[in-house]
């Protein structure tokens, strides 16, 4: 409940009281008259004995305390803080250069100057001219048509050995890988030695083994021990004719060297 509401219903009761008051007091007087009455009749009467009059009952008053009011507390409205707005600046847009003509200037005419007359030269007597006999191409050595080239000679990164001896195979056959018999494999060393193979088979019954790199042949020829130089290698006949070119296969005596070969003749 507030004061303003507190304040009202006081009001309220103290007008009534106030009524009720107002109300009360004619009786009050007439009570007051009627005890005078009864005063002036004792006088006469045989009473030696006049009663003590009691003192009137004071009237209450009563203040009305009046209610403190609510005291409105003002409150500031925030403002606004202005905010700064940038001033525009103004940006400089450079003017188009003309791009320069350009002028032409004859150039001065010259004067023509006076010129000698050139004399003739002398003629030197004429030589009669030297044949020079024209060279032609060196005259190329016939190659000679082989009944047999070398198909395939074999990669030595994968043919390492530790045996002291070299022991290498030789395929001899026809265009079609079929192997013939009938022929040899020669050797000539650059020390001068020479070697000549067993008869080749009409077979393959020569290998460097069952497993891993393997390669087979017709015939094995053995070239000794390793020693420093080449061997140069081909094919004969029955009757010792070359049928073949020759090729060269270079040896070391140092046994991180050491190799066996595989060469394949086809016709």
Known sequence: MSKKQLFGILLVFSTIFSLACGLAQPIIDRAQSNERVSEALA??????????????????????TPTPTDTATSTPTPTDTPTATPTPTETYTPEPTATPTETFTPEPTKEPTATETPVPPTRAPQQAPT?????????????????????????????????PAIINIALISDGNGTPLGGYYVVGEHSSGKTYKSPVSSWQYDVTNGLDGYIKQGNVKFELGPFDDGVWHVY???????????????????????????FVWWAQ
Not at 57 to 64: C, D, K, L, Q, S
Not at 143 to 150: I, L
Not at 240 to 253: R, V
């Open 43 to 64: 006088s006469f009467s045989d009473a030696t004995e006049t009663p003590t009059r009691l003192p009137p009952t004071p009237r209450p008053t009563f203040t009305i």
């Open 235 to 261: 094919i004969v006949d029955g009757g010792g004719t070359q049928i073949s070119d020759k090729l060269p296969l270079p040896y070391s005596s140092n046994p991180e060297t050491w190799v066996w070969d």
């Open 131 to 163: 044949h020079t006999p024209t060279l032609g191409p060196p005259t190329a050595t016939p190659t000679p048509n082989w009944a047999f080239k070398m198909r395939e000679h074999s990669d030595r990164t994968w043919q390492k050995t530790n045996y």
